[in-house]
């Protein structure tokens, strides 16, 4: 953001004056999953999100329209992208998991983190994660989506 975009957005309440974090503030984030997504492991070691329908009024107005079926929605989450579901616990900081991802897949550092952190995003805009900034622990501080 430019100096005078910096300067307007102090005067302006609804604009957002966000820059974004460092690399190493990113790297050391911890990634926490939606408490309101249902998770399981499949037979063919996928892991399978169940991620419940929105239950007011106009959802249900939408999909009595749409006829969408009134059951959770799921997503399936391959071997690579399951490993990474599952250690998405709070505890783990990125550069942990990329670090795993490395070990485990053989992939250079430079490939696994620009992966990971692409997934990471695709999960923090479905808000399936959270990351969360800060200490080590304390997984109730404030959380960046």
């Not at 302006?12 to 309101?36: C, E, Y």
């Not at 107005?61 to 992208?81: A, C, N, T």
Request: charged fraction near 30%; include cysteine; proline fraction near 4%.
């Amino acid at each position: 953001m430019s100096r005078l975009s910096q300067k307007i957005a102090s005067y302006i309440p609804f604009v957002k004056n966000q820059q974004p974090p460092a690399r190493k503030d990113a790297l050391s984030s911890r990634p926490v999953r939606n408490t309101l997504v249902k998770w399981e492991k499949t037979e063919e070691n996928e892991v399978r999100l169940l991620i419940p329908m929105r239950k007011d009024r106009m959802a249900q107005f939408v999909s009595k329209l749409m006829k969408i079926p009134d059951s959770d929605k799921q997503i399936i989450l391959d071997e690579i992208g399951g490993s990474i579901w599952e250690m998405c616990d709070g505890k783990m900081d990125l550069n942990t998991i990329i670090n795993s991802v490395v070990r485990g897949h053989k992939l250079t550092r430079r490939e696994a983190e620009i992966s990971v952190t692409a997934f990471f995003r695709m999960l923090a805009q479905r808000n399936l994660i959270a990351l969360a900034v800060g200490g080590s622990e304390g997984v109730g501080r404030k959380a960046k989506r």
